[in-house]
């Protein structure tokens, strides 16, 4: 099955409790879509992840402070989320190629947040480099690269391969990483220091992203992941 993502973005005047609300409305719309339905050959899956609270005001990641939720399906009946394109916020609907470097093995309920924190990252091709050197420094070089020196548990690699907005939003990537706890992420002495010393991996990574990673556009969120569907 192929996968999606989509996009929705928080208003001004929304609050992250009523931002929550509304997406979780969204997300039980397609559940009611999904089932009951015609018999396929494989299950459908469901998850988002979303901005539940604020990002800490001092952090080495450079976080936004808008509300963003991106909501990720898996189905043979690829219209279940085309009501989304009218749904305020919407910034698009991304067909990816998933890849699990490393992954959880899920053991609480479907619905309920998974356990730690998340890094969610969107971000755009370096112009100066073909897709090819940058599909090549991103899987082979950084990928590795960020197994050996981030604590992280779940890495969610998605190569963005077709969007569907008006006008059209450009991303190339979009990443989840997933951490046991708030201080693995926010501080850069443990989120940096898996394997090495952290100032060092710190200005590792930093020529690594800028490498094939179009530096200025980047954006990155705190987030919370529920797999409603799994």
Known sequence: MTKHISIIRGRQDETYESFHARIREIIDKIKVSLSPGPPVSQSPYLHYTITLQPPPKRSVIPFRKDKIALISMKTEDNSVMDFL????????????????????????????????????????????????TFIDRWHNGHTPLTLKIHPIYHYNRNEVKNVTADPPVLYNGIVEEHCLTESELFNPFKFFAKSGFAPINMIKTYFDVNSFIDYKSIETYLVKEFVMIS
Do not use: M, Q
């Not at 749904?87 to 356990?115: C, M, N, Q, R």
């Open 85 to 132: 394109t009218g749904e305020s916020g919407f910034s698009g609907t991304f067909t990816v190629e998933e890849a699990l470097p490393i992954a959880y093995t899920k053991d609480w309920p479907d619905g309920e947040t998974t356990p730690g924190v998340c890094l969610l990252t969107l971000f755009r091709r370096k112009k100066n480099i073909d897709h090819e």
